[in-house]
């Protein structure tokens, strides 16, 4: 999955419900996020909201689903394993 895309999924997961594009794009530095939300759609990662008739783009929020949780969940306990003896070489330099 693209650094971009977990990123996204990062910002859904905290925002806890459904968020416009542009709070998206505000959250992860991504102007033109909607491709990259589509693709995660099409895999089942995030679900498309109904589009609010205020809306100025006319785009649906997203949401992460839970399939989705917990591959991120999967993915952060993978980056947060780093051998002891890394941290040990480290911390001695």
Not at 23 to 39: D, G, Q, R, V
Not at 65 to 84: D, F, G, H, S
């Amino acid at each position: 999955m693209e650094r971009q895309m977990i990123k996204i999924l990062q910002v859904l997961d905290r925002a806890s419900g459904y968020c416009p594009l542009g709070y998206i794009s505000l959250h992860t530095n991504i102007a033109e996020p909607l491709k990259l939300l589509e693709a995660l759609e099409k895999e089942g990662y995030v679900s498309r909201g109904e589009c609010d008739s205020w809306s100025p783009t006319n785009y649906p929020p997203f949401e992460i689903t839970a399939k989705a949780c917990q591959e991120l969940r999967q993915i952060e306990a993978n980056v947060l394993r780093i051998p002891l003896s890394v941290v040990a070489e480290k911390l001695a330099e």
